[in-house]
């Protein structure tokens, strides 16, 4: 059906007749009709054109447009229904890649100790916010909102106004009472507080209103306590609405992931420490190897002693690049076969064994090779990116020559010595006589047997002999460092 439109110009009227409905409807609703119809005769516009000499002229029939009328050519472009669903595609796209970008964001900061406070400004562009909130406090503690740079206001809060606070007393009370219906579940302020009772709040009327805290749009994550979320808009702009509830609602089961993760993470990280520094005080060398004899872990010991230029075990990077990688290697060629035998066995699911390495002083070193911990390996295994757990193997290397005695404040305190016993009880370690200790210590050999026996007496042992071997068993367990060796 071709429908017409009159449009006068100047002294003359034009009439269009339509031929594509969504065209007439586009110029009827007010839309403007293209230069080009009228200047050139190229339209953009399915349209024919007629010139009338008299504005007051009837409109035209179909069948009566005058013959020597303008017919058109169809538009190349789209129709205006067409723009207008482009247009609500790419912003449907653009929602969906902010959305996407945002996911990134919340699991790079869980997983890679990324930047929080970029996860609060993509989430604010997202539904047009002012400011995002996420605490990660336990038990009430009043923690620092990691998605905004800390500034006054955050201060301002965190001194006096966080306890203050309705929709976070709300929250914990959720969490604690029904955690699984509550946690990620978005809702508006209202839903959480009353407006009224919100409005009429010592938080509302001396805070949030002055800091663009005014409407709320929040959801509950958290493992083992509440972590409140939140975005906020000031008392100027519109209330959040069901859009912006919808579109957090498809991230905030991300976040929840994403905390859970850090959890877990953390609580890994704090493991991997703990081991870290437990080895990192013994007194002999550990190392951590794969069957091919590559380091994954050395501890303070064996690092001090590997590097010394005369030991005959040393820690060696495998060409110029630090990808490389660093390998534990014995300087002579048939120790370095039974290291080689020794690991891997041990990395085969055998007992593994001992050897004893030759330094280039002709000092010497005991090696104990063993598998190392189940825990361990796969602990390696997630750390390279999962996988099956490789077998490692530990290797434990101790100077033969080294002589063992505990601090002398660890022998006062076990034994309840004096500092002056504790002195000669160390320096009678290693076979050294009384003769030898009273003139290293420029007294009376009387004066060193005296305490020889109150020694023996305190410990509880009958001889010097079996005071060693209390002494060995204290060396054994006292941190590395503390006698200074």
Known sequence: MTRHIRRQYGDSEAVLAFHDPEDYRFIRSGGAIPPDVFASGV??????????????????????IPANHRQFRPRKGPRNGSRQRNRQERGVADT???????????????????????????????????????????????????????????????????????????????FAEARTRHLTNVMLGPELVPEQSFLRSEYYNDFARHHARRHLLASLVGVTHAMPFGLFRADDAEPFGEKERRLLQALVPHLQRAVELRARLGQESQASWATRAALDVLPVGVAIVDAGLRIHFMNAASQKDLAHPDAGLRALRSGPYAAG?????????????TLRRLVTSA???????????????????????????QGLSADEATADGGGRAEKLAMVVVRDL???????????????????????????????????????????????????????????????????????ASLAAIAPRGQDGR
């Open 43 to 64: 339209g953009t516009m399915n349209a024919a054109v007629a010139t009338l000499p008299a504005p007051n002229r009837k409109l035209p029939r179909e069948d009566h």
């Open 96 to 174: 969906e890649s902010e959305l996407a970008d945002c996911v990134g964001a919340i699991y790079e900061a869980a997983a890679a100790g990324g930047d929080w406070e970029s996860v609060g400004t993509r989430l604010c562009r997202l539904v047009d916010a002012q400011g995002a909130m996420l605490r990660t406090g336990d038990r009430g503690e009043a923690s620092r909102n990691v998605m905004m740079r800390f500034d006054e206001s955050e201060a301002i809060y965190l001194s006096y106004y966080h306890p203050l606070n309705p929709y976070l007393i709300q929250a914990r009370r959720d």
């Open 325 to 337: 990688g660093v390998y534990l290697a014995a300087q002579a060629k048939d120790a370095a076969m």
């Open 347 to 373: 990395t085969s699911g055998q007992v593994g064994g001992s050897m004893r390495i030759v330094n280039r002083d002709m000092s010497s070193c005991a090696v104990l090779v063993s598998p190392a911990p």
């Open 401 to 471: 020559g080294r002589v063992a005695s505990p601090p002398p404040q660890m022998l006062c305190e076990v034994f309840g010595l004096s500092r002056a016993e504790a002195d000669v009880a160390v320096a009678l370690s290693g076979g050294a006589s009384a003769e030898d200790v009273a003139q290293q210590r420029n007294v009376s050999l009387p004066t060193i047997r005296s305490q020889i026996r109150s020694i023996l007496g305190k410990s509880g042992t009958e001889n010097l002999r079996d005071f060693e071997r209390s002494m």
